[in-house]
């Protein structure tokens, strides 16, 4: 079995400043591998691959129908997807390990490389690695599991806690919500199942690896979190992949349930290849007092679509999303946040920073909607852009929607370029041009790197700083 | 041979607009020099184009280090070799700590080849270095975590260049107007204090329109700006006449650079309406 880890050379044409760290390929013999293209046929082999129960069938091949009755979204970047050169479905392996030595060295090798086993031991009460479209490790700390905390792949799940996936999947997110979601529920794999019960409160974080090795792959994690009445959990993501010259499709789904006075809350850290599409879709109900955040950092990837939303359902709840995108040469951000207000006093705040260099383009898209019976409801919403070079474009398009008189709803948004002034004040200094920008960049997310655990900020510092590098010329 | 920052026959124009016209300075290490001027004379001017601001075209002369010309040095090579302004009108930098500026700052100055992403120096000696420096200034541990010149006084400010000058230990300081914004006790700690960094070791040249920053700092030579040249070089008692009298008797001394000087303020002064 060959177990080389390869790295690919990097072009020197390559400024796009996806480096070293996550470009490489693993070779790997996946034990299975479904045709190329998206037919009822192949969606009815991954169910049955997967040893699936009928109600998942039919939920894969209803979501099919409603996959091809619906148009591209209309909105964001331009998609030019081949849907059926695409590989839907790729188990890498046998098994889940429960230890690291019981992955595929291989893999393992790879996650080792992506710095996973390491924070594991560190600071992580959980963790779950995904390769290609199986989850291929789970951990979670045995305290956890003594209080009836689940953490587990989303597959799993379905065998061991059928009813609660049965019960609640597609109902945050159903298939009709847009195309992509329509594609993940037909055919979906991997991703996370949370349920933490009533008032536990999970210390640490609960950290997901997405892993896309191979070309023309499409990755399609389906994760739901239930988070119970007063219970707390921060559940991390991080994504990357390969440099290839063709395309690869990520597309989740994120359902999550915040209930009465429980606070959950969602960071990702996505480092895309740049040819990577990247269509997300992630929704959370929150409850009476509770709260929900999203912590979302967006670099890489050709163009991502993704626009976290909370719906605001009782008295009290609130949400939260704060959101970093980088759009470098050849990248499309297309980002942004979603606020529904369905009830009176919630509240709701939105801060939204963009960088764009060397050509990338990023835009801020965002909803405010306050329902009509939403007194009392506020909302903040601050996105600021940054402009590294005249060649590279932001754009803002805020939606609010306010169907009540009493509330408070506020809009800011700011676009600033990089100022000759600011950068002759740091290089007097003794900085070079190449630090000062960085340090500019550095102190414009200062705010949001800040609300990140220690070890997620210093992560999104040096991949600030990764895409910083490549920005001569 | 004494360390020398020569300016010889420098002229300078911003957007095609000449501003310096010949201007003549050399400053030695150990030396202070003051320099004075009606408002708009071209002191901010100078002090830039020692510093290599972007904006600023030398069209004539050179500026000399030891010997070797820097106008093909960048900003940051010339800081790296000693070179040091305390601005007029600092910039800000939002989000970005004065204690982790100044780590980097320091490191580059000191380790002139040091490359991007190499080591700064450690955290630890840095931080006792720069407490110290702070207390010297009598400034608030507080102040090395806010951000860099962001939402800072006037006053708060001009410290925080001297706080800079003290930690980079240049070999040649260009104060450009570090007094103003500075209540009389602050400019008084702040006279002290350039004194103490500097002593005998920089060269520094104070562009000034008061007495108080050279109260510690006794000017072994005052040249004074008029017209975008240097008109007048005197000894200290010259920056008396000057910040008791006034200019109108330079003027009256230098007719042709004064009507030089009224041209060039009544330009920027149609400007200034036109804009309005
Ligand atoms: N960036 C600039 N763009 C256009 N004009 C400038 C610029 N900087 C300085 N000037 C002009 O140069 C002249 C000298 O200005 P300055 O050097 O700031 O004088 P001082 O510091 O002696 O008050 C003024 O007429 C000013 O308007
Ligand atoms: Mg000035």
């Known amino acids: 079995m060959a177990t080389d880890l390869q790295t690919m050379p990097l072009d020197s044409q390559d400024v796009l400043g996806e480096i070293n760290k996550y470009n490489f390929v693993t070779e790997t013999h996946g034990i299975f591998k479904a045709r190329k293209g998206l037919n009822e046929h192949i969606v009815s082999e991954i169910s049955e691959m997967k040893r699936e129960p009928a109600w998942m069938r039919d939920f894969r091949l209803n979501a099919l129908k409603v996959f091809e009755s619906k148009p591209m979204p209309r909105w964001g970047g331009a998609i030019n997807i081949d849907f059926q050169d695409i590989y839907y479905y790729l188990k890498p392996t046998t098994h889940q390990g429960k230890t690291w030595d019981d992955v595929p060295q291989e893999i393992k090798e790879t996650f080792d490389k992506l710095g996973i086993p390491e924070a594991e031991k560190k600071f992580l009460a959980g963790v779950k690695a995904q390769f290609e479209s199986e989850v291929v490790y789970g951990s979670l700390s045995e305290d956890l599991a003594k209080k009836g905390v689940i953490f587990t792949d989303t597959d799993t799940a379905v065998r061991e806690h059928g009813d609660l996936v049965r019960e609640y999947i597609g109902t945050i997110i159903p298939p009709e919500d847009n195309k992509f979601a329509a594609l993940n529920s037909a055919v979906w794999s991997g991703g996370s199942f949370i349920y933490v019960p009533k008032g536990v409160k999970i210390e640490f974080p609960l950290q997901a690896y997405f892993r896309i090795n191979a070309e023309r792959m499409g990755q399609f994690e389906r994760t739901f979190i239930i988070v119970d009445e007063g219970a707390e959990v921060h559940y991390v993501e991080g994504c990357t992949a390969p440099m290839y010259s063709s395309e690869s499709l990520h597309s989740a789904v994120v359902e999550i349930i915040v209930r009465r006075g429980a606070r959950c809350r969602y960071t990702t850290i996505q480092n895309w290849a740049n040819n990577i599409y990247n269509l997300v879709t992630k929704r959370a109900v929150a409850y009476g007092d509770s709260l929900m955040e999203w912590i979302d950092g967006n670099l890489g990837s050709r163009l991502t679509m993704k626009y976290p939303a909370v719906y605001m359902m009782e008295p009290g709840a609130r949400g939260e999303i704060l959101s970093i995108a980088f759009a470098s040469k050849g990248q499309h951000q297309d980002a942004g946040a979603k606020v529904v207000h369905c009830a009176p006093h919630t509240k709701s705040r939105i801060i939204s920073k963009s960088i764009s260099k060397n050509g990338g383009r990023s835009s801020y898209r965002g909803l405010c909607k306050v329902q009509d019976g939403a007194v009392g409801s506020k909302s903040s919403v601050v996105c600021d852009a940054l402009i590294l070079d005249p060649r590279s474009r932001s754009d803002t398009y805020p939606y609010i929607e306010v169907e009540e008189q009493d509330v408070q709803v506020e809009h800011e948004a700011s676009v600033s370029r990089i100022g000759e002034e600011q950068l002759f004040y740091l290089k007097s200094r003794g900085l070079t041009e190449a630090e000062a920008s960085s340090m500019i960049v550095s102190g414009f997310i200062e705010p949001l790197v800040k609300e990140l655990p220690m070890e997620y900020a210093v992560e999104m510092n040096r991949l600030i700083e990764l895409q910083m590098e490549g920005s001569v010329g | ?276």
């Open chain 2, 1 to 276: 041979m004494t360390e020398t920052l020569k300016i010889s026959n420098l002229h300078v124009a911003v957007e095609g607009k000449p501003i310096l016209s010949g201007v003549n300075l050399t400053i030695h290490r150990g030396e202070v020099h003051a320099l004075m001027g009606p408002n708009g004379s071209g002191k901010s001017t100078l002090a830039g184009a020692i510093m290599g601001h972007p904006k600023l075209e030398i069209t004539e002369g050179t500026i000399e280090l030891d010997g070797r010309s820097i106008l093909e040095w960048d900003t940051s090579e010339r800081a790296r070799a000693g070179v040091f302004m305390a601005f007029q009108r600092p910039m800000a930098i939002p989000g970005v700590k004065m204690a982790d500026f100044l780590r980097h700052a320091t490191t580059n100055v000191r380790y002139p080849s040091r490359k991007e992403g190499e080591q700064l120096i450690p955290m630890r000696e840095f931080r006792k270095e720069l407490r110290e420096k702070m207390a010297q200034l009598r400034m608030d541990e507080e102040f090395a975590r806010r951000y860099v010149n962001d939402g800072f006084s006037g006053g708060e400010m001009k410290r925080a260049e001297i706080l800079q000058m003290a930690m980079l230990r240049p070999k040649f300081a260009v104060l450009d107007e570090t007094d103003s914004g500075l209540d009389v006790d602050a400019v008084k700690l702040a006279s002290q204090s350039i004194a103490e960094i500097g002593g005998a070791e920089m060269g520094i040249l104070i562009i000034t329109h008061h007495d108080r920053l050279l109260e510690h700092n006794v000017p072994d030579f005052t040249h004074v700006m008029l017209g975008g040249r240097i008109v007048e070089t005197g000894g200290v008692e010259l920056a008396r006449e000057l910040y008791t009298e006034g200019y109108d008797q330079v003027r009256a001394r230098h007719p042709e650079d004064a009507a030089i000087e009224k041209e060039m303020t009544s330009i920027e002064k149609k400007v200034a309406s036109g804009a309005a």
